[in-house]
């Protein structure tokens, strides 16, 4: 079995955690997060967008029990006083939204943690693998980052296009579901950008996103040609991209069609989707693809501008990426 410490158990840690407990592969023998222990569990059993767990969860001192599962808890907000070596994790999820280097995450390593992977896109030249994308190349590195939930939809879609049509340049959009950073009500906030004071639940609110940057650590020759917004909108879960791409060669939309649907049968089975039928956002929730192709609302412009529309439950599809990364390198 692959033993699994999560830090950070918020919508990530959480959704990843229902994953492996519904996978015999995995045991999940530590969390650690600043919020009270009673909290985490009733946030694990209970949950306003995915179904009640069916597990009987509670806390006893520092031990959650899931049935009769022990995992262990802990309340520490420095890593290197954290002490995990007696727990003999395999692969520590680092899903705190903070940490986003290799050398602050050194100290887990040291404490007792095998492997890590973070659930963000890196700040500084942390090796980057995507489930699907270029897991394969994986080199044995320690500390991982797993990027995020929008380049784990973008990029195996660009790789297809690219492949097939080459691609120039992009501008991508996110119709995104609002996250726990923006405000419920109109109030203060920490961030530069001053709409993300607005009421995430009453609002449509464009952000800027790191997505193309992301992207761009998969195609270095096209980092000063990609382009992306992240438009929240007053959803709680479900993403739709928006790829618009100015391609090197002329194409049709039943071609592209083709194309994703012979290269995901082929070689992004259970990681990409298509779909014919009109739908709509809800239909996406706990979908387990890192993307769904919606080929009805293919279009091409011109010969040689494409867009792409595409599904992603942003939360469980990256989750499910992120416990399937976990274990490929364990």
């Keep these: 079995m692959i033993r699994v410490f999560i830090n950070g158990f918020g919508r990530i840690g959480r959704c990843a955690a229902r994953i492996m407990l519904e996978d015999n592969r995995f045991e999940?023998?530590?969390?650690?997060d600043l919020y009270s222990y009673e909290q985490m569990a009733y946030l694990l059993k209970y949950d306003s967008i995915y179904p009640t767990l069916s597990y009987k969860?509670?806390?006893?001192?520092?031990?959650?029990?899931?049935?009769?599962?022990?995992?262990k808890l802990f309340s520490e907000p420095n890593p290197e006083k954290m002490d995990i070596g007696s727990l003999n994790v395999d692969v520590l999820l680092q899903c705190s939204g903070m940490f986003l280097?290799?050398?602050s995450n050194i100290p887990l390593i040291k404490n007792g943690a095998k492997k890590v992977i973070v659930s963000a896109p890196a700040s500084d030249n942390m090796p980057t693998?995507?489930?699907?994308?270029?897991?394969?190349?994986?080199?044995r590195q320690s500390i991982i980052s797993n990027s995020s939930c929008s380049a784990n939809a973008i990029v195996p879609l660009f790789?297809?296009?690219?492949?097939h049509f080459g691609i120039d340049s992009a501008m991508m959009n996110m119709y995104?579901?609002?996250?726990?950073?923006?405000?419920?009500?109109?109030?203060?906030?920490?961030?530069?950008?001053?709409?993300r004071t607005r009421s995430a639940t009453q609002n449509i609110i464009p952000l800027m996103s790191s997505a193309a940057e992301a992207t761009a650590y998969f195609f270095p020759q096209l980092k000063e040609k990609l382009y992306a917004k992240s438009i929240r909108v007053?959803?709680?879960?479900t993403t739709l991209y928006e790829l618009h791409i100015n391609l090197k060669n002329t194409i049709t939309a039943d071609e592209v069609n083709q194309k994703f649907i012979k290269e995901i049968k082929s070689n992004y089975n259970k990681i990409l989707d298509t779909v014919m039928l009109p739908g709509t956002s809800d239909e996406y929730v706990q979908n387990s693809h890192s993307a769904v192709v919606n080929l009805s609302l293919t279009a091409v412009v011109g010969d040689d501008l494409l867009r792409i529309s595409a599904w992603q439950d942003n939360e469980y599809g990256y989750a499910k990426r992120l416990v399937d990364m976990a274990k490929h390198i364990a």
Excluded: A, W
Excluded at 159 to 163: L, S
Excluded at 176 to 195: A, F, V
Excluded at 234 to 237: E, Y
């Design 234 to 237: 007053p959803i709680p879960s």
């Design 28 to 32: 999940l023998v530590g969390i650690n």
């Design 159 to 163: 790789q297809i296009v690219d492949k």
């Design 57 to 71: 969860i509670e806390v006893e001192n520092d031990t959650l029990f899931i049935d009769e599962k022990e995992v």
């Design 129 to 139: 693998y995507i489930y699907g994308v270029n897991h394969k190349s994986y080199k």
């Design 176 to 195: 995104h579901s609002y996250t726990s950073y923006q405000n419920l009500l109109d109030n203060k906030h920490y961030s530069k950008d001053i709409r």
């Design 101 to 103: 280097t290799v050398e």
